[in-house]
């Protein structure tokens, strides 16, 4: 069995002409191939979606609450104290 290299994944795609001679033309003009201005620009388009998706932007304000918060939390209330005691009781039934 033949091993793999990273490098060796291939994706294809179905695109107008139009298209195409556009994206060559900005991979001519940054001095790259076709290929690598299209994976560049992949990756660079995929990681704002994963930026936007994943990472919370809090103003100062927002996260000088969430710090307070963390530093100094409220009393449980009775919903919560249930919960623990829920939570108790299921773990100690296992022992």
Avoid: C, W, Y
Avoid at 39 to 48: G, I, L, N, S
Avoid at 55 to 78: G, M, T, W, Y
């Amino acid at each position: 069995m033949a091993s793999t290299t990273p490098n060796d994944t291939r994706v294809t795609a179905r695109l107008p002409a139009s298209v195409k001679d556009t994206l060559q033309k900005a991979a001519d003009l940054t001095g790259a191939t076709l290929n690598q201005f299209m994976v560049q620009a992949q990756v660079k388009e995929a990681q704002k979606v994963i930026n936007t998706e994943q990472v919370i932007h809090l103003s100062p304000q927002d996260a000088d609450r969430i710090f307070s918060l963390i530093e100094n939390p409220p009393a449980p209330n009775k919903h919560l104290q249930e919960a623990i005691q829920r939570h108790q009781a299921f773990f100690s039934e296992k022992d």
